[in-house]
């Protein structure tokens, strides 16, 4: 049974920067692309960024280029997500997912993906 456990989330001022973690067991990692959403209070969930398995490839919402990073470490079974020049409209619930397809985390599959995390609370301070 696959299990994705993110970490990693807290706390933080406007301008400030966080790394989440998320360790993926149960499954072979290496088939997997992996990615990370987030659910703000009172919105739906959106896409962040993902990753093919790899890591050669790499997929970003428009709202987070240039400040946002996705890296995985297969050695460690661990998708990463380093979050630089924080604003307050990044708060939310950050959520760790894995599918076998890297298409899947594409816009156009309406969050078609396969497993999912439950999820870490980054809160960003004006």
């Known amino acids: 049974q696959a299990q994705l456990v993110e970490s990693g989330g807290g706390l933080v001022q406007a301008g400030g920067s966080l790394k989440l973690s998320c360790v993926v067991s149960?499954?072979?990692?290496?088939?997997?692309?992996t990615g990370w959403f987030r659910q703000a209070p009172g919105k739906e969930r959106e896409f962040v960024a993902a990753?093919?398995?790899?890591?050669?490839?790499?997929y970003y919402a428009n709202s987070v280029k240039g400040r946002f990073t996705i890296s995985r470490d297969n050695a460690k079974n661990t998708v990463y997500l380093q979050m630089n020049s924080l604003k307050p409209d990044d708060t939310a619930v950050y959520y760790c997912?894995?599918?076998?397809?890297?298409?899947?985390?594409?816009?156009?599959?309406?969050?078609?993906?396969?497993?999912w995390g439950q999820g870490t609370q980054v809160t960003v301070s004006s």
């Open positions: 990753i093919n398995w790899g890591g050669g490839n790499t």
């Open positions: 997912a894995a599918d076998e397809y890297y298409s899947d985390f594409f816009p156009s599959r309406k969050q078609n993906v396969e497993y």
């Open positions: 149960g499954l072979t990692f290496t088939n997997y692309a």
